[in-house]
């Protein structure tokens, strides 16, 4: 899912430097702070088009990379796409059996922005619950978990819900985010099953 904004310096950059969209310098940002993937690490990205985090994804981990949207993805080297909902409760199962272990879920998956602030808010809290609830069935324990989100009344729930999930989780707020927005990312790492984290109580 690609920028919705306009074609201001960093969609300048963007394009010049081979990239898809601007975003692309969100994920290089994130990733030098925080180095959520290795280079060995087999990455899903959800809500991957038009493909520029695959890109930068790509350029981290020798492992497998996998893209999914519900758009198209127009193909890149060494890149796995698949055109489909990541909200179906099969899909987890398809994709464990194409990428087998998954060492890291990112996704920088938006809704079309309607212009109603909670509508919108709403909309976007909803596809990161989704985005951790298909983390939470394709992770191996200790793997790592990078979502977009809006700040908004129902954040810090959504943030609570994670740490349910993660060993260690922060918040990080992109140079690259464009004025106004209340767009945040959460970097969540590791990952902690359902059964370990019941025997660490």
């Not at 904004?5 to 969100?26: L, N, Q």
């Not at 497998?64 to 055109?83: F, M, R």
Request: aromatic share 8%; with cysteine; hydrophobic share 40%.
């Amino acid at each position: 899912m690609g920028s919705q904004w306009g074609r201001d310096s960093a969609y300048t950059r963007a394009m010049k430097e081979g990239y898809r969209s601007r975003a692309a310098y969100k994920l290089i940002e994130i990733q030098d702070r925080y180095h959520i993937i290795r280079e060995r690490d087999n990455v899903v990205d959800l809500g991957a088009a038009p493909g520029s985090w695959l890109q930068v994804i790509r350029g981290i981990t020798r492992g497998t990379v996998l893209g999914i949207d519900l758009s198209p993805i127009a193909a890149l080297d060494g890149v796995e796409t698949l055109v489909a909902d990541f909200t179906d409760p099969s899909l987890p199962g398809q994709v464990r059996s194409m990428v087998g272990t998954v060492n890291v879920v990112v996704s920088d998956a938006a809704p079309k922005l309607s212009g109603h602030k909670s509508y919108d808010q709403a909309r976007a809290m909803a596809l990161g619950e989704d985005a951790l609830a298909f983390a939470c069935r394709v992770l191996k324990p200790g793997g790592n978990f990078l979502v977009k989100a809006f700040q908004g009344e129902d954040f810090n729930r959504f943030l609570a819900e994670i740490r349910d999930h993660f060993l260690s989780v922060r918040t990080f707020r992109s140079r690259a985010t464009r004025k106004g927005s209340s767009e945040i990312y959460i970097i969540a790492k590791n990952f902690v099953t359902t059964h370990e984290a019941e025997g660490s109580v």
